[in-house]
């Protein structure tokens, strides 16, 4: 018998139908002997229309309120979840954040994690209950309602998983692993049947949407094993998904590359004949991070006229704000040129933790996109990635161009 935290996200509570096959997969894992603590997102949808409801009320809601209408979602399906679970002759009990309780700080609607109170869900565990939590919420020390941000139950239920010391954590989602790149993109991409941590958590910064980033990095920090899953397998054809692991596995020597990542989140700005002296990067990039806008890749050129240019990108929804931060604030005080903007830019990444020992991938990568004629404008490398700046309209090519140069259509050996 295991102790196993699983959790659905929205399109997989999407409706009662969905609900209900829901808890027939729960079911079968507990007619395995299985404790169980299932942790739901919303109806797919439902955050959204909640959100937009506030805003028609409010032009700006407040935060504080904000966060205690959109928790009402997992409110919802807990309980419906339950309810099924039950008409299946079984016993289960609904807790939101604050019963359970999750403690967070007091940062409304991308609040962080604090500690868990998992003697009520050990309890009901120990009495052969299913215990259903709802994700992406929590309590503050006053006892308000807070809730994690975009993506947030995935990060409840690793957190869960974690204070339960769970044998594992299940993430079930529309998808039925972590594939080598987007399928939609590239149609010979290939299901892995494992992957490590550091690849994962580069993988979701890079633009993978299968994980949200915060519970790969909890889950990294906590050692909590994860397991990718899709939850719309027919009964009896279910398949094992993909473990996100600690270490690597020796079976896995031979590829390169584990995955091409990208993300059309980006945009990129420019600060031209920056004054070369100490302090300048803080000035341009303090000034930013004031605003709470975050910074990914950074290039700054060395100059020998006395003055350099300096890149950095942002995500697209903030380009007008950072440039015109730039404009009014930081161009006049440090003297600049000028500010450019190119917002029709987007990253991708090739990742791999095995590349460290594998010389000649990055100029491989440069040597395959350039053969397509696609421009290089930006360049970030680590131990286990090298990201390229492209013009947006080269993504899908350089995406499938990069996937066939790594035989990555090609089952591991």
Known sequence: ???????????????????????????????????????????????????????????????????????????????LLAMALKDLGLEAKSYTGGQVKVLTDSTFTKARILDIDSDNVRRDLNAGTIVIVAGFQGVDQDGNITTLGRGGSDTSGVALA??????????YTDVDGVYTTDPRIVPEARKLDRITFEEMLEMASLGSKVLQIRSVEFAGKYKVKLRVLSSFEEEGQETMGTLITFEEDSKMEQPIISGIAFNRDEAKLTVLGVPDRPGVAYQILGAIA?????????????????????????????FERAKKILEEKVSPHVGARAVEGDSKICKVSAVRVGMRSHPGVASKMFRVLAEEGINIKMISTSKIKISVVVDEKYL?????????????DQAAA
């Open 1 to 79: 018998m295991a102790l196993i935290v699983q959790k659905y996200g929205g399109t997989s509570m999407g409706s009662p139908e969905r609900i209900r096959n829901v808890a027939r997969r729960v079911a079968r894992w507990k007619a395995q002997g299985h404790q169980l603590v299932v942790v739901v997102s919303a109806m797919s949808g439902e955050t959204n229309r909640l959100i937009a409801l506030a805003k028609d009320v409010s032009p700006r809601p407040d935060s504080r309120e904000l966060d205690v209408i959109v928790s009402t979602g997992e409110q919802v399906t807990i309980a």
């Open 162 to 171: 974690a204070a339960l010391k769970a044998d594992e954590c299940q993430i």
């Open 290 to 318: 004031d605003a709470n806008i975050d910074v990914d890749m950074i290039i700054q050129n060395v100059g020998h006229d006395g003055t350099t240019d300096f890149s950095f990108t942002v995500p697209r929804g903030e």
């Open 396 to 408: 899908e090519l350089a995406v499938r161009v990069l996937h066939k140069a790594f035989d990555l």
